[in-house]
């Protein structure tokens, strides 16, 4: 496929920050080409007034996000509420390929979607982590691609190894810092600037986050066996960024230094994930923008625990990026084209 | 003792962090007046150069902070680095009130200080949480006192209801995020604003952390048997705050019911440790500069893990409002007495 | 009057964040005893759920805000917005002491308030900044107090005593940087966490901001003529806190030290109001939370201006604190009363 | 010549913030390939330590940032501190691209540099601002090449249309906020992210900042005449961005309309500078990471003053970003070759 073919782009729910980061990332992709934007709210607005840095797209209009509006591009780019997808989806031809940035068809099983999101599951795409063992084949010619949810980005590619490597038994315990952008952009009372500013806050807690049923899937498939996830997630004052500490008890012979190699090992051939240098630990603005995961794995000796510490931005690797990564390699592009592998710091 | 008797009150290591919160809490105590500042690098020097905020005390002149500098208080707080304190306070009459904010006497065990300080161990003075159980007669009329450390008081805080009623079992994983006034105030690279303003990373990982044997020390007593504890800390965008993501396995019988319960009973008494109502989560914001803590309490029955989340401003309850809360009660004064209960919001 | 009579008060608005910081400022004041609160939108819902930091006041049920609803109390605070003010303060006895922290009674001229605000004038009541010539007087037992803007305050102080000392001519530009908690509380779409963190936006520009009149009308007594104000604010992102930039062109003989020694003899007997030592220059930060105003002035030789910065908290002197320094007055009070002179810092 | 040329690149203080910079951007451009990076302070360890977002670029070692350090690169970036860049300029031969980042051959006044600097004057280099009248011309084959500072950049911009169009008089007041990021990278005190978070605060204040005199040249250059410069810098909570206030009495005639038009016209064929649509503020968030320039122009008639707003990434256009434009110019590329229009927004 020649390096100079492009194709056409249409990103739904551009006005939000999943979508615009899409938009952002595709201003610096070759290949593809953002010829469309959708909203449903801000149809008939120029795009700039909700999007004030994508500058070089601010006089594109938006245009409404009815399935009949996303005819004619060759990608379309899903970043809707959970519960959207289905609808919009089944109207487009098989041979578009369709990115779904949101939950809806993340889940192999019905039943865990009726009970975490209470309504009917849309379908199992092919799920858009490539660095899962296996799955960079099923991406590629795909078009239909689930985009993984951010935070299971990060605590899956931060736990398969050792799971996948029988460092450590299954059940795994997850606090994760999260910037704001992760809540999106609804004006919500609790995510003003004056609430989130100077302070950290937990939600979520206790298992009832929709993102664990999705890293319970991930991990569990990696071990073999049914993982458990203790997932609890925080909110912390920056706008992009997951900072995801996980721990496992570890197995006999686990110690730091094989853990440190199972993890070089796994993700020797990685482009877009990074397991530090001993002694440096990941901090969320060495990736902020970039479409990249920082890790650092040792074991704690007296706690008999494995901890790693993965750094991924939200939008980026966790989303957005995410989504282009895989478009690349549904469309036989080199699967990092275009994407920056440098993040913006300070 | 007359509610109108006053102490005269010394802090050293008064330009830090630590010492300039006592003073802005002595600024508001009734019955302790703070009389005169030492530091050892800016002696000479109008205290309101390096504490601002400190208004009525901006023309106070920092004083030398060597034993001999420090007699002639009746009470007299040490905010020094590690390792210091031994010293100035074996100078001091035994009839003089000492706090010391620093690590030097929290360790009963000198071998465990050995280990995680490396030098000789000053000894072991009564610890400073009156919320501990039979903690609080030991502090009544005592003149030597251990103030916890900030990330300690929240967790055993959070963690020994718990332990003490026989809900969980006994090996705690805590991921702490803290501002970055934990650090202090010494200009280090990674402290600088640029670095973290817009991150959030991890340290000290793998139990290496040396608040860990002062949590396990606590929670160990609490529960009759040793605890081990797995702890993260973590550094987010903000000056001040602490927020404690804590969570063991739970053992048969504990529900999420029976966890509030035993969380309400243990602190119904307490006047600075709040249980958060049913269904609302604990966020700093809402104790900044106040003495207080806010819990909250749940049971994952999916992950099978209890996880208490537990907020507390570092500099006060976590330490200055903790001194002086030891101070009243050493003192024979209503341990209340000039602590905020309010927070600084938004 | 004795130190130890108490009066009650009642706040309206208690929800938001400025009658949240009189809430705040009432619970370490030992004259004033918050009795009751109210608000439009949460009536029959306890004051913890929306002002979690309020620990002694968390139970307190909040009660409509309609004018029958606040009979009873011997101090009223209206934390309104704008234009609501005048119904419910018509309704209450002339010997209640009504503090309005809203615009609605601060200007004295009519027609001024129909172009700004666009409605009927509601009248105006004695305006309660204390530290203009002759204007404590004024405030001695009054029964109706307006309580200045915060950006007016902050201005006010920096340039009245180089209009009132004809060292500048009258036409005064200001920048000044003000945190998201002066935009309130409602969720407005540009106010989310992730649009104001890592983002300094101007808003108001070219004269439209509506507390310029408010400046003008201030200024131009104090110097006796007409004075001009350009004023641009900015929102920074932090959630408290002013910092007014402001200056003036110089009359001949302004020099730094006439400037200086003009200053300070203007705020010699001020409690609230510190000019800095010569070479300190005010940072927001060492006056959060408290009532004071932290100037420094100086003047640029080669641009031929005189400049002013004052640090101020919006909420603390800019609203609450100097609602109940009015307060203080009004019911014979030392001025100082319950008020803190310490900023919560770092 | 061609689009394929490529030449190397060696940068010189690559462990701080502009080369840290100026290392992402060629990181993205096609022409333009990193060969080196040179530290006084960190030679001999990777870069990834102390620059870990710049992961491709990770395993550099850092050399020694000597003259003869810096022989063989086809273009030569300096991001040194003021006064080190003349010594190291000299040992360079003709016929490579020296940049300068700093501010050591900005000024064509010898004696202003003095004054300022109180160092010997390095040299006067072809000004690095290609938007302003007729120095585009004087940057295209130039072998030497001083970037403007930051606030230059973003004061220069806005106010050089006001000045050369004759809308105003010349005195100009600037207030501008800077994120942390400018001020370098060196720990001092009051850099620390405990100091700056919540924070704004004046610095410089009364002329006396180093930026004055390049401001003062180009815009006395731009107008024809000597044009006077009150400049007041403040410090916000953020690590990157400029969001400059400027403004300046009308002359008769100037309208908010005329001001519109002639910052339409004067902008018009500008790649970087963004004149925004009417009513549409700056916010540096839109520009951060991008080298761009958005501003906005009204006149207040009551105040009689024309007010700019201008937003830059102090990093990037208005360092880096910059200086890649100047070598964009200098080697014959296309001048916007490799550097973003798009900020990374939220």
């Not at 840095?53 to 399935?67: E, I, M, R, T």
């Not at 899937?217 to 992009?240: K, Y």
């Amino acid at each position: 496929m020649s390096a100079e073919r492009t194709w056409t782009v249409g990103v739904t729910g551009a006005t939000g920050y999943a979508g615009g980061e899409v938009c952002r990332l595709l201003a610096g992709h070759p290949n593809l080409r953002l010829t469309g934007v959708h909203a449903a709210s801000s149809a008939g607005r120029r795009l700039g007034e909700s999007q004030p840095h994508l500058l070089p797209y601010a006089d594109l209009v938006v245009q409404p996000s009815g399935p009949a509006d996303l005819a004619g591009y060759d990608v379309v780019v899903l970043a809707l509420p959970h519960g959207a997808s289905g609808a919009v989806a089944a109207g487009l031809p098989d041979d578009v390929l369709v990115l779904d940035c949101g939950a809806d068809h993340r889940l192999a099983d019905a039943a865990a979607w009726q009970r975490w999101y209470g309504s009917e599951h849309a379908g199992t795409w092919p799920y858009g982590l490539p660095e899962l063992p296996g799955q960079r084949g099923k991406l590629a010619g795909a078009r239909r691609i689930a985009v993984p949810g951010c935070y299971p980005t990060s605590v899956t590619l931060a736990m398969a190894p050792a799971l996948a490597g029988g460092l450590v038994e299954p059940e795994v315990v997850v606090v994760a810092a999260s910037g704001t952008s992760g809540a999106g952009r609804a004006a919500k009372p609790n995510l003003i600037g004056s609430e989130v500013m100077g302070a950290v806050s937990a939600y979520g807690v206790g298992g009832v986050h929709r993102h664990t049923p999705e890293m319970v899937q991930n991990l569990s498939e990696v071990a073999g066996r049914t993982v458990g996830v203790s997932f609890t997630p925080t909110l912390v004052p920056m706008a992009r960024g997951i900072l995801a500490t996980c721990s496992a008890k570890v197995l006999p012979g686990t110690t730091a230094e094989t853990a440190r190699e199972t993890y070089l090992a796994a993700y020797a051939d990685e482009p877009f994930v990074r397991v530090l240098p001993e002694g440096q630990w990941p901090t969320t603005a060495a990736v902020l923008g970039a479409n990249t995961v920082a890790l650092q794995v040792t074991v704690d000796p007296d706690a008999g625990r494995l901890v790693v510490v993965a750094a991924v931005d939200n939008l980026t690797k966790g989303t957005a990026g995410g989504a282009l990564q895989c478009a690349n390699l549904a469309l036989g592009l080199p699967e990092t084209t275009g994407l920056p592998l440098v993040g913006v710091a300070p």
